[in-house]
């Protein structure tokens, strides 16, 4: 069973069918369903974002419950490794949370983002992407 650290990108294709990775989030899901899943809680609230907006968050919510997400809180022993991250690869703190996860983890790293997968490849991570 491997452990999976997702980015928003992930959730986000799964849950909007008009989305450019939506098959690919769905298969992927598919082929991780025997596999622990965590998001950092930073990736969560990104997740949250459009269903709030729109207000369908509860049912959203109640429909993701189903993923049996670990959601990773961050805390002050996170804040060495993030800041290195985020200065080593440029990208957006919510692109880091998810590498950094899967550091942390010594785990997987899912995303749909092409500039993610060759960041985390680049430090030595395993990625799943389309």
Same mark, same amino acid.
């Given at each position: ?50 269903? *709030? ?13 189903? /993923? %049996?997400?670990?959601? =990773?809180? @961050? ?14 690869? *440029? ?13 942390? /983890? %010594?785990?997987?790293? =899912?995303? @749909? ?18």
């Amino acid at each position: 069973m491997a452990r999976v650290a997702l980015d928003a990108g992930v959730i986000i294709g799964l849950y909007n069918d008009q989305d450019a990775h939506h098959k690919w989030a769905v298969d992927f899901m598919f082929q991780t369903v025997a596999d622990e899943l965590h998001i950092s809680a930073l990736n969560y609230a990104e997740i949250c974002v459009y269903p *709030t907006k729109n207000g369908v968050s509860e049912k959203f919510l109640l429909g993701i419950q189903g /993923l %049996d997400l670990h959601i =990773a809180e @961050t805390s002050v022993y996170d804040v060495a490794s993030l800041t290195d991250y985020r200065i080593r690869t *440029t990208l957006r703190m919510t692109d880091v949370c998810a590498i950094q996860l899967a550091s942390k /983890l %010594d785990g997987v790293l =899912a995303t @749909t983002d092409k500039a993610v997968a060759k960041a985390a490849k680049s430090l030595g991570l395993e990625v799943f992407q389309p």
